[in-house]
């Protein structure tokens, strides 16, 4: 690929897969972060220093992975929020409409703005919370650049390549090996893909170019009580750690409002790239084997 590619927010839990899988890829690909060993290590929200950074990599394709995900923080400090999962689209729109850019933004969002008893479409938002508020802002905001824009609502897990960043499955993964209680919820579902499908997917929407605002899950999706029993057997672990729960069981869960299903339907992804997306058993059962290298 003969495409600038700069990674934005590279170090977290998505961003250091996406690393490995373009390097895997040989893929050169650009990495802001605000780690200081990485060259380009702007804070987003800082619009000159943010102009400073893209006017000198100018980009082809701007992958933004930065934001604010806690849901937790997100509800305590909205304005945090809205700065990390707004302003940074919205500097990064400053540059692109100063410069007259034609680089393709790629801005990665969330199933979390999803809440509906069927695989939700693009257009059945339903906004629970500050996190799932300031990430559909965000998306307003890339949107609102007149082209070159895809915006990726999505979620995903499997092993961390991010250090003290755990993951969904590695949280579930150590649970397990190390013998604590946890609970896991039946009545909170999802549709997610592993974070190497993910990265591969993104691959083809920068080779195909901006494709709006998509949803990209897997085909089917389950609750979250499912996939951690299913995950745990897969690996051949003792499930007898977990405790199947409602979430509304549980006073410290309620305290934010949150959606309980976020299953996507991503028929439009599927057509606009003519594929079948994998089911969720399939992305367990390969991100399964991540888990038995790492033990080897
Ligand atoms: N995690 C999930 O399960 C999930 C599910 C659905 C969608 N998503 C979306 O996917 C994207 C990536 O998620 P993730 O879990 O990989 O996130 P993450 O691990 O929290 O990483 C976010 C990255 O953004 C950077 N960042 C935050 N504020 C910044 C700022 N002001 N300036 C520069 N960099 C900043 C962080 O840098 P530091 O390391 O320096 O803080 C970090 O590298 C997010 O947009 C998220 O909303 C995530």
């Not at 893929?27 to 929200?45: A, I, Y």
Request: charged share 25%; proline share 2%; aromatic share 10%.
């Amino acid at each position: 690929m003969n495409k600038k590619i700069l990674i934005l927010g590279s170090s977290g839990l998505l961003g250091s897969s996406l690393r490995n899988y373009f390097k895997n890829n040989n893929t050169q690909v650009l990495c802001h972060s605000r780690k200081s060993d990485s060259k380009f290590s702007v804070d987003l929200t800082i619009a000159k220093d943010t102009l400073e950074m893209l006017s000198e990599v100018k980009p082809d394709i701007i992958i933004n992975l930065a934001g604010m995900t806690d849901v937790n923080l997100c509800e305590k400090n909205p304005n945090l929020a809205y700065v990390s999962n707004v302003k940074i689209i919205e500097n990064i729109k400053l540059y692109l409409m100063l410069k007259s850019s034609t680089c393709h933004l790629i801005h990665i969002s969330t199933d979390h703005i999803y809440d509906s008893s069927n695989n939700s479409h693009e257009n059945e938002v339903a906004i629970k919370n500050y996190y799932a508020f300031s990430k559909y802002a965000g998306e307003l905001a890339a949107m609102s650049i007149p082209m070159n824009v895809s915006v990726i609502r999505t979620n995903f897990f499997g092993l961390s390549l991010c250090e003290g960043r755990k993951s969904f499955t590695d949280w579930l993964y150590e649970s397990g090996r190390n013998k604590t209680k946890i609970n896991v919820f039946d009545d909170v579902k999802f549709s997610p893909l592993s974070m190497k499908s993910l990265s591969k997917y993104i691959s083809l929407i920068i080779e195909h170019g901006p494709i709006g605002i998509m949803n990209l899950g897997s085909r089917d999706g389950m609750s979250k009580a499912d996939f951690s029993f299913l995950f745990i057997e897969k690996l051949g672990l003792d499930c007898s750690f977990m405790t199947r729960l409602n979430s509304t069981d549980l006073d410290q869960y309620t305290k934010i409002s949150r959606p309980f299903d976020m299953r996507m339907d991503s028929t439009n992804f599927e057509k606009t790239f003519n594929l079948k997306l994998p089911t969720l058993l399939r992305e367990i059962e390969s991100v399964k084997e991540d888990y038995y290298e790492k033990n080897k």
